[in-house]
């Protein structure tokens, strides 16, 4: 179930990991190869979470890239949760939120990035601000 939920209070952190990288293609892979090495590190499966990280990533290069302005990635591990959070610096171009990402048309060669979030995440939002940034924000929980 696919939820917008304003998270204000999150469990202690088990573990967790930032970075900050350039809003290139590069750096989107760097993401997701990050992303699979630290869960890897840390025991924990990395499959749906590299594939989130590469599509919010994706996004944050193409959508949220400001010239000469990061993307920052955070993986944090509590209360039995994986939380991906993926911040640019365009909060002015905030994406359609959960439920309601529309399928592109068959035959277009974008468009399906947040719906792969949606189906791979159990809860994801859009967190805005500080002015100028927005977060993208996904969430997998461990425990099932």
């Known amino acids: 179930m696919n939820q917008e939920i304003a998270r204000t209070q999150h469990a202690p ?7 900050l990288l350039s809003p290139t293609r590069r750096g989107a892979r760097l993401a997701r190869l990050l992303t699979a090495a630290h869960l890897g590190a840390w025991g924990l499966p990395s499959e749906s979470a590299a594939h989130i990280v590469a599509e919010l990533a994706a996004n944050a290069t193409v959508h949220g890239r400001v010239k000469g302005r990061d993307f920052q990635l955070s993986l944090t591990v509590g209360g039995g949760t994986l939380r991906i959070e ?4 365009r909060g002015d171009s905030v994406p359609p939120g959960p439920g309601a990402v529309k399928p592109p048309e068959d035959d277009a060669d974008a468009g399906r990035g947040l719906l792969i979030v949606e189906a791979l995440a159990d809860h994801w939002g859009i967190a805005p601000g500080p002015v100028p940034r927005k977060t993208v924000w996904a969430e997998i929980d461990l425990v099932r």
């Open 13 to 19: 952190a088990e573990r967790a990991f930032t970075v």
């Open 86 to 89: 993926v911040t640019d610096t």
